[in-house]
């Protein structure tokens, strides 16, 4: 009777880590650049009671056995690098990137994030930030009196400056690509960090080895689906209220089994 006490208890608290990543997901639902999270689960070991195969007196064999599950674990937390829709903003500073990569930038320690939201800036220093004011990487540095800037599919980065008639170019934007986007750890601020997981980021060009292109003028939006996160939300609830409920009937099983010494 007690391990149907503990075993529903994983299921409770593993659903209630399921809500707390779908409700993630959809407070973030107008955050550009943002990727939803799903919670993969597995089942706990079992106890063997009687194996599987074993001998029975006759002579005969035991086809099935007997093994009790002892619950649910989460066991990931997985981020999913689906491509989101894009907006149009007529921005010249907004950027989508169009495929797989992430824009690098550089963060006051001196080490470098990633991220797929492209709503730069431009800093009291003419550099294209972040909303926070963290510099991409390469810098580039809008010179003063620019009148139009232009990013083209493959990130070469163009100005043309007041009086001038002829495009000047002033930098290159370059993409990082990673072979496990899900092994990134997410910091907050729409940035990733790289670990041992994701491996080394392998930087180049816009649309050189699988990288996206860019497009200027858009951003991504995020890739929530809130028609999908409102029905697993529901289902995690209902599972919630299914684990809960075998909690309160094995509870009343000790009761019962508890009053027959009255």
């Given at each position: 009777m007690m391990r149907a006490l503990f075993t529903?208890?994983?299921?409770?608290?593993?659903?209630?880590?399921?809500?707390?990543?779908?409700s993630n997901n959809l407070a973030n639902v107008n955050t550009a650049g943002f990727k939803r999270s799903r919670v993969d689960f597995q089942d706990l070991f079992y106890q063997t009671i009687r194996a599987p195969g074993v001998p029975a007196g006759d002579g005969a064999q035991i086809p099935t056995g007997i093994q009790v599950g002892l619950g649910v674990r989460p066991a990931a937390v997985q981020k999913l690098f689906t491509q989101g829709d894009f907006m149009q903003t007529d921005n010249s500073l907004d950027l989508v990137i169009n495929g797989a990569g992430f824009f690098q930038i550089a963060r006051p320690d001196g080490t470098i994030a990633y991220t797929r939201a492209g709503a730069f800036k431009i800093d009291m220093d003419g550099r294209i930030v972040t909303s926070e004011g963290h510099p991409i990487d390469p810098e580039i540095t809008i010179p003063?009196?620019?009148?139009?800037?232009?990013?083209?599919?493959?990130?070469?980065?163009?100005?043309?400056?007041?009086g001038d008639v002829v495009p000047v170019e002033i930098g290159q934007l370059e993409l990082a690509r990673f072979i496990n986007p899900g092994g990134l750890k997410a910091i907050g601020k729409n940035l990733f960090l790289a670990t041992e997981a994701s491996g080394d980021p392998v930087t180049g060009e816009?649309?050189?080895?699988?990288?996206?292109?860019?497009?200027?003028?858009?951003?991504?939006?995020?890739?929530v689906n809130v028609v999908e996160e409102l029905a697993n939300l529901i289902v995690a609830q209902r599972a919630f209220e299914l684990n809960s409920r075998a909690l309160q009937a094995a509870d009343e099983m000790l009761q019962t089994a508890g009053a027959l010494r009255r």
């Amino acid at each position: 009777m007690m391990r149907a006490l503990f075993t529903a208890a994983t299921g409770m608290h593993a659903q209630k880590l399921n809500v707390d990543v779908i409700s993630n997901n959809l407070a973030n639902v107008n955050t550009a650049g943002f990727k939803r999270s799903r919670v993969d689960f597995q089942d706990l070991f079992y106890q063997t009671i009687r194996a599987p195969g074993v001998p029975a007196g006759d002579g005969a064999q035991i086809p099935t056995g007997i093994q009790v599950g002892l619950g649910v674990r989460p066991a990931a937390v997985q981020k999913l690098f689906t491509q989101g829709d894009f907006m149009q903003t007529d921005n010249s500073l907004d950027l989508v990137i169009n495929g797989a990569g992430f824009f690098q930038i550089a963060r006051p320690d001196g080490t470098i994030a990633y991220t797929r939201a492209g709503a730069f800036k431009i800093d009291m220093d003419g550099r294209i930030v972040t909303s926070e004011g963290h510099p991409i990487d390469p810098e580039i540095t809008i010179p003063e009196g620019a009148t139009q800037i232009a990013v083209s599919f493959n990130g070469v980065v163009t100005v043309l400056e007041e009086g001038d008639v002829v495009p000047v170019e002033i930098g290159q934007l370059e993409l990082a690509r990673f072979i496990n986007p899900g092994g990134l750890k997410a910091i907050g601020k729409n940035l990733f960090l790289a670990t041992e997981a994701s491996g080394d980021p392998v930087t180049g060009e816009p649309g050189d080895e699988g990288r996206g292109f860019l497009k200027q003028g858009f951003l991504e939006k995020s890739n929530v689906n809130v028609v999908e996160e409102l029905a697993n939300l529901i289902v995690a609830q209902r599972a919630f209220e299914l684990n809960s409920r075998a909690l309160q009937a094995a509870d009343e099983m000790l009761q019962t089994a508890g009053a027959l010494r009255r």
